[in-house]
């Protein structure tokens, strides 16, 4: 796929969400900061996902093929893969599934309990980690306003206002065709500058290749149709005595490298996620999208968390009848004593 084509891609994924794979990740919170994390996703290859997760890892897993009407053909077939596992802390679930890496999804759990005499209160948060892994910061393309507009959107799958409507199409083109065909341009000219040093060349060759840095990503936007590797050839039109022979593996390595990470900004995107925390006393603070007793839930659309991190916050609190009875005696011979002096 070309450069840029793949961000347009995206982009119209975004707008037709309906194309997106299905991702659903339910949390049950006990009282002494264990968790029970089911985690299903809908996908044509049940050999890998970008969670990371599988039965190898300790997950019980449980596969069976989705029955629709456009799953019926050999090369067309949907498969649900429920993965199950207990954590004896957040601590331990995020050593599985918030590990730094460039090509996963990364959730990270939150658990918190405070005693206050008559209550005692439990916070737990799940926070959904910044999908976009490219180095280059959005701060010059994505204004404070961006982000508030991002911050309000209902729900996936709620409509919007056509004022909302135009202002998120609007938005993902400048995301994506702007600022990601940026990030990706940064991200590939990183790479050659570090090939040029690795290859142990002199510096002023990485001076050359600077001079015309504006001016190559210039021909990257007017043509839109050049190769993945065009960085790789431009060295050689711009007289840089790279020695392509002696690198290949290596600037192979790397490029696979970028692959990755761009597959996985793209397939993540596509995503519709649902999140479902389940808490074990009565809820009396939360940001989800529905509550349904001490269910609570979020669907929150893919640009939620494209370019900042997530949090989906529950606060439950429990009734301490203990405390009420102590209280109660100590009224009572606080009063005794009282009435007795006089």
């Known amino acids: 796929m070309k450069l840029i084509n793949a961000f347009l891609f995206v982009a119209l994924i975004l707008g037709l969400s309906a194309c997106g794979h299905n991702v659903s990740m339910e949390t049950t919170v006990n009282e002494d900061g264990s968790l029970d994390k089911t985690i299903v996703l809908e996908t044509e290859d049940t050999t890998k996902n970008f969670l990371g997760i599988s039965s190898e890892r300790g997950w019980k897993m449980k596969t069976h093929m989705i029955d629709s009407a456009n799953n019926k053909s050999e090369t067309n077939k ?10 004896t802390s957040p601590e331990e679930a995020n050593t599985e599934l918030a590990t730094p890496n460039d090509t996963l999804f990364r959730v990270s759990s939150t658990f918190d309990k405070k005693f206050r005499w008559f209550y005692t209160y439990l916070y737990y948060a799940d926070t959904y980690k910044t999908i976009n892994r490219m180095a280059f ?14 911050d309000r959107l209902p729900a996936d799958g709620q409509t919007i206002s056509k004022a909302d409507s135009f202002y998120l199409s609007e938005l993902n083109k400048r995301i994506f065709d702007v600022y990601g065909l940026r990030a990706i341009y940064e991200a590939y000219y990183d790479l050659d500058v570090k090939l040029i040093k690795e290859s142990g060349l002199e510096n002023r060759w990485i001076d050359t290749l600077n001079n015309h840095k504006e001016s190559l990503y210039a021909l990257l936007v007017k043509q839109q149709d050049l190769p993945d590797d065009f960085m790789y050839k431009t060295m050689d039109s711009l007289g840089i005595p790279f020695p392509f022979d002696k690198m290949e593996n290596r600037y192979a390595e790397l490029y696979r490298q970028m692959d990755a990470k761009t597959n996985f900004i793209s397939h993540a995107s596509e995503g519709k996620y649902t999140l479902v925390i389940n808490m074990p006393w009565t809820v009396v603070r939360t940001n989800a999208d529905s509550v349904s007793g001490n269910r609570l839930q979020w669907n929150p659309p893919s640009i939620k968390f494209l370019l900042k991190d997530y949090t989906m916050y529950a606060e439950a609190r429990k009734l301490n009848l203990w405390a009420f009875a ?12 009282f009435w007795r002096r006089r």
């Open 326 to 337: 102590v209280s109660a005696v100590v009224l009572f011979f606080t009063g005794y004593l």
């Open 78 to 87: 949907k498969w649900s893969v429920v993965f199950k596992k207990n954590f």
């Open 137 to 150: 910061p959005p701060d010059d393309y994505i204004a404070r306003e961006d982000y508030a507009f991002i």
